[in-house]
Nanobody, 121 residues
Framework: QVQLVESGGGLVQPGGSLRLSCAASGIIFSISNMGWYRQAPGKQRELVAAITSGGNTNYEDSVKGRFTISRDNARNTVYLQMNSLKPEDTAVYYC???????????????WGQGTQVTVAS
């Protein structure tokens, strides 16, 4: 069974940095797009960053120049390096991946459980 497990969240002061990781486990044949979403209380979930299997990236405007998404295909892992963090970055961050596995041959989106990022003094 495919699972996405996030790690690296926590409390950080404004201007600080965090590195989130998300590892996909299970019998996986291929992974296409991977990404990070976030959701703050009372707000809808939004795409923060995405990366294709070829390494092309896309970022939400507010994080451009501060966040960097990357992936390690050998480890089925996607990362989000977050620098110059701001209080408005506070949210639960969710990993997602579109992948094919032994259980689903169609590209199917899987979600992680979320990791809390809190930016505060």
């Amino acid at each position: 069974q495919v699972q996405l497990v996030e790690s690296g969240g926590g409390l950080v002061q404004p201007g600080g940095s965090l590195r989130l990781s998300c590892a996909a486990s299970g019998i996986i044949f291929s992974i296409s797009n991977m990404g990070w979403y976030r959701q703050a209380p009372g707000k809808q979930r939004e795409l923060v960053a995405a990366i294709t299997s070829g390494g092309n990236t896309n970022y939400e405007d507010s994080v451009k120049g501060r966040f960097t998404i990357s992936r390690d295909n050998a480890r089925n892992t996607v990362y989000l390096q977050m620098n110059s963090l701001k209080p408005e970055d506070t949210a639960v961050y969710y990993c997602n991946a579109n992948l094919q596995s032994d259980r689903t041959y169609r590209l199917t989106r899987f979600w992680g459980q979320g990791t809390q990022v809190t930016v505060a003094s």
